[in-house]
């Protein structure tokens, strides 16, 4: 249904360009999910905004195709965009909970939607409303309510069943229970899950969270520093990752299930600045494993098995890798290795300053 060919978005900035998305690729079946994780800026809502065409003034997409269908999404007209994205690509985000107008209803909002988008009457898209608000388990009465006599978690689950009222091809559900507290985010992800599969919508989920992806998607993508760094199929990854990154993701959250059950080492270090030209691999900094290698040349995506691709070197080494990622102390090395670089960079530059 969706086919991401070789995707490139770049950002101008003051005194040069950003590149935020670097030759991404992947494949939506219908009704399949994919989870996209990674930590902040990354280029995961890049990704969303670049399919749907809606980035910012300064960000275009400087290579590659969207395949929607068949069809090319990119170059197509905004007009065009404009009833794909409301018909057939729903897009559910934070920023859609502040799309609530207050001064109706929203009850009037989503019968105006639906009636916008179909030829129903005023009854048909009352009883679609009704519909969907119980998809989402939200009581019929709530249709009476305005956006502020709704609670945080009522008012995401009404936005989510706005997208669902049209029955989109595609939903893409950009960090949409972030906000959330955990039991309602999890509440919310089980009735995503379930809707997903009952309209048979495909479903694009980004996260920061990667153990929220285990619940939701049948297929995860890793994304650091603009690049793919792991794509799988969602239970081959947890059983076993492949990529340094990945190993770091799963120690640093925890998992929904499990809360509380194992210890979280957060990955030392932080992602690299996009606006810079990038050598090697993008996670080489932070790698415990890396060697001058990483630093120099950038690993391919790779199949390592079925359904399973990663961005590494030393792949053969994943055994060893998976053990050692376990540890506490192989983060700490590699925290003191990007403190001591820190110090030596300081060093030399006050030795500049003082024309050492
Ligand atoms: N309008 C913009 N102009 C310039 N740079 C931008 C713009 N929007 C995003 N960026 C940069 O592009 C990169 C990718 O950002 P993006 O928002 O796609 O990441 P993300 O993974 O979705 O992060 P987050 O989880 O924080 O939303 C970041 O370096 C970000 O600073």
């Known amino acids: ?12 900035i003051q005194g040069g360009v950003l590149r935020a998305v670097e030759d991404v690729s992947f494949t939506l079946k219908r009704a399949e999910s994919l989870g996209i ?10 990704i969303a905004k670049a399919l749907l065409q809606l980035l910012p003034k300064n960000g275009r997409i400087s290579a590659g195709h969207v395949l929607f269908d068949g069809e090319d999404l990119v170059g197509k007209n905004p007009e065009e965009m404009r009833k794909m994205r409301q018909k057939r690509i729903a897009l559910v985000s934070q920023s859609a909970m502040n799309s609530l107008n207050p001064v109706y209803t929203v009850g009037t909002q989503i019968i105006e939607a639906i009636r916008t988008h179909s030829r129903m009457t005023e009854k048909e898209a009352f009883a679609r409303a009704v519909e969907v608000f119980s998809m989402v388990g939200l009581e019929e009465k709530r249709l009476k309510s305005f956006p502020h006599q709704l609670s945080g978690g009522m008012k995401q689950r009404a936005i989510i069943a706005m997208a669902l009222s049209l029955e989109p091809d595609i939903i893409i559900a950009d960090e949409p229970t972030t906000a959330l507290d955990v039991v309602v985010q999890g509440r919310i ?20 969270d990667i153990s929220v992806v285990s619940e939701v998607c049948e297929t995860i993508m890793v994304m650091y520093g603009g690049r793919v760094m792991e794509i799988a199929d969602t239970n081959s990854f947890f059983r076993a990752p492949y990529h340094p990154y990945s190993l770091g993701l799963q120690n640093a959250f925890p998992s929904i299930t499990e809360i509380g059950q194992e210890e979280l080492v957060a990955i030392p270090g932080s992602p690299p600045n996009l606006s810079e030209p990038q050598q090697g691999c993008r996670f080489h900094v932070r790698c415990p494993f ?4 990483c630093s120099l ?3 391919p995506l790779e199949e390592v098995k079925e359904n399973h691709y990663s961005a590494c070197w030393y792949t053969d080494k994943v055994e060893s890798f998976r053990r050692e990622a376990k540890k ?20 030399s ?8």
């Open 1 to 12: 249904m969706l086919d991401v060919q070789n995707l490139s978005v770049e950002y101008k």
């Open 37 to 46: 994780v990674g930590e902040s800026g990354c280029g995961k809502s890049t």
């Open 189 to 208: 992800l089980q009735r995503i899950q379930k809707i997903h599969k009952e309209i048979s919508s495909s479903m694009i989920f980004i996260t920061h």
């Open 290 to 293: 890396a060697t001058e290698r």
């Open 297 to 299: 040349e950038e690993p």
């Open 328 to 347: 506490r102390d192989t983060w700490e090395s590699v925290r003191a290795r990007i403190e001591e670089q820190i110090l030596q960079e300081e060093t």
């Open 349 to 356: 530059e006050e030795m500049k300053g003082a024309g050492i």
